[in-house]
């Protein structure tokens, strides 16, 4: 009896090991650290609160979004650090970041501390977003480069559960602090530092393991994560309707986390099935044990392993075909990352502007304060809407159709100036319909790119050019937001004001009132975006013949081979993770 209970609390131990150091359980805390680092999308919440406390106008506001998006989107460091180190070191860097610029922002604006100058509050906000590169970039490559052939669904439902993120901490930030929204700043400073932390040892890179029925997995993953949007999309209708209080916000945010932990189920099933086929297996007598004190003495390089230093600047023009493994420097001069760069500076950028500008423009158009928490809500969930949808389902197109991904970005990017010209009209209620489209375009529009710079130019260095792809949302932004939509506000109200007879005083907010406040940024916004549209239309035509071909023919050949040699499962961590015995299965 006594044998017989050690023997199973030693088989639960055993269990529990292995789903800890699996590859799904890997995506799944993933998709928790991703779901509460899209803090970024939040800025329209808390801007009023930065714009009156510190007496802003807009074109000053607009600077500060610029400098969000510029640390947003400037993920290169990170990308840097991730080559070099390993992957704790980059989701604690992460979490220090964001935790210490938030704090700065929330002193600041509850007026713990003399007010900052404007050079000052910039940095802080940089800094703050960009500290969300380091756990996007350690979870989202690691999670690629441990299923390179499912990489479009990868992407997508990490990407979606940023889009998503804002929503989530939405409903998290009632029920902790009511409506007090200069808290919101001290939430996002502290609950994105702590989740990252709790995975450090859980986030690593894995040998690849070909395993039937990967993408049927990753199809459970998004009808989870389908599930928790659509039950934030009616609770935000409902909470739209009717005055929730703090015990309701509480009730709400109870089940979005227990939603959010769902997908844990999904993991412990599929190890459960490995589980028993390894017991099987060992039972039979026909699998081969190998007993490993020290893994890193048989586990392999993994795809896209570490580079030697200064490799990537030799041959910068003497580029390989696409689909090899690019260096940093080839890729970055290729005619085809320009074209990318180019079409997400006019789609990405136009995107944000209308994002970071929402409450502005929700204000001006008379609708109520608790509106604008709709419309954040609404770009968020449809922003995860138009990540996992348009991954998955491009996913699909290239694989049984052959599809090129590339059209399917061209596509969005075209849909997405419906909802400018929508903002740009003022059309009755449009701004509903504006938020859904503008937050499902950029959210398409994310993965895709990436997507599209992991299949063209390689992993090897893709944690680098994943971050390279995103220079172009910053630079977007700026134009669209400061020099054009910030500055044509601006420009409305002090006329609004001059009409009335009034001048505006030093340090004091700027406001205007009415359609015609942002109706030219826009106009000139769907122009920039078309012209996106067009330049894509090019990347298209260049990448027709790479898109007919077997693009993940190679990671299937080096997958067999490993498999071939007898190469040990990604159990093993970087050669941090010691084992008794384990048992290879069988491919499923």
């Not at 003399?114 to 960009?130: D, I």
């Not at 690593?204 to 989870?224: G, P, S, T």
């Amino acid at each position: 009896m006594l044998m017989a209970e050690f023997i199973c609390k030693k088989e639960m131990k055993s269990f529990s090991l292995q789903i800890l150091s699996s590859r799904w359980f890997t995506i799944f805390a993933s998709l928790l650290i991703m779901s509460v680092n899209g803090t970024s999308y939040m800025f329209g919440l808390y801007s009023g609160d930065i714009k009156t406390s510190l007496g802003y106008d807009q074109t000053t506001l607009n600077t500060l979004s610029f400098f969000k998006d510029l640390g947003g989107n400037l993920g290169v460091s990170a990308g840097l650090v991730y080559e070099i180190m390993p992957t704790w070191v980059v989701l604690s860097i992460g979490a220090i970041m964001n935790f210490s610029a938030y704090f700065l922002i929330w002193v600041t604006v509850t007026g713990r501390i003399n007010k900052p100058r404007l050079w000052q509050v910039c940095l802080y906000m940089c800094l703050a977003t960009n500290a969300a590169s380091y756990p996007n970039t350690g979870a989202l490559v690691t999670c690629v480069k441990n299923f390179p052939e499912s990489r479009g669904s990868v992407i997508g439902l990490l990407k979606g559960l940023i889009g998503l993120s804002g929503a989530i901490m939405t409903q998290l930030y009632h029920s902790f602090y009511g409506n007090d929204s200069k808290s919101l700043i001290l939430l996002i400073a502290w609950i994105p530092a702590i989740v990252p932390l709790l995975f450090l040892r859980t986030i690593r890179i894995m040998k690849v393991v070909q395993q039937e029925k990967e993408l049927k997995v990753f199809y459970k993953f998004l009808y989870a994560a389908l599930g928790l949007a659509g039950f934030i999309m009616l609770i935000i209708i409902i909470q739209n309707k009717l005055k929730f209080t703090r015990s309701e916000y509480i009730s709400s945010a109870t089940f979005v986390l227990a939603l959010l932990f769902l997908p844990l189920a999904i993991v412990i099933k599929e190890e459960f099935t490995l589980w028993q086929s390894k017991k099987q297996n060992l039972n039979d007598h026909s699998q081969l044990n190998v007993v490993a004190e020290n893994p890193s003495a048989v586990v392999t390089t993994p795809l896209g392993g570490r580079l030697e230093p200064f490799s990537c600047i030799v041959n910068i023009f003497n580029q390989p075909d696409r689909g090899e493994d690019y260096t940093i420097l080839q890729a970055i001069s290729s005619i085809d990352m320009l074209i990318i760069l180019i079409a997400t500076t006019c789609g990405v950028g136009g995107a944000l502007a209308a994002i970071d500008n929402l409450g502005q423009i929700a204000d001006s158009l008379g609708y109520k304060t608790h509106n604008i928490g709709t419309f954040i809500s609404l770009v968020s969930v449809w922003n995860f809407l138009g990540r996992v949808l348009a991954s998955f389902a491009s996913e699909v197109a290239l694989t049984k159709y052959k599809f090129p991904r590339p059209l399917m970005l061209t596509f969005v990017i075209l849909f997405s100036c419906i909802g400018h010209v929508l903002i740009a009209f003022g059309v009755g209620h449009s701004l509903y319909i504006s938020s859904i489209i503008i937050g499902f375009c950029l959210g398409a529009q994310l993965p895709l790119v990436s997507t599209i710079i992991s299949e063209i130019f390689g992993l090897k260095h893709f944690s680098t050019l994943y971050s390279v792809g995103s220079v172009s949302s910053p630079i977007g932004s700026y134009i669209f937001n400061v020099k054009v939509a910030g500055h044509l506000y601006d420009k409305e109200a002090l006329k609004q004001m001059e009409a009335s007879g009034l001048k505006r005083e030093a340090g004091k907010e700027l406001n205007c009132s009415g359609v015609h406040c942002f109706r030219e940024a826009f106009v000139i916004i769907t122009a920039a975006t078309f012209l996106g549209f067009l330049v894509s239309i090019i990347l298209v035509y260049r990448t027709r013949r790479f898109y007919k071909g077997d693009i993940y023919k190679k990671f299937r050949e080096e997958a067999v081979v490993a498999e071939a040699e007898g190469v040990v499962p990604s159990r093993e961590t970087e050669a941090r993770t010691k084992v008794d015995a384990v048992v290879v299965p069988p491919p499923q």
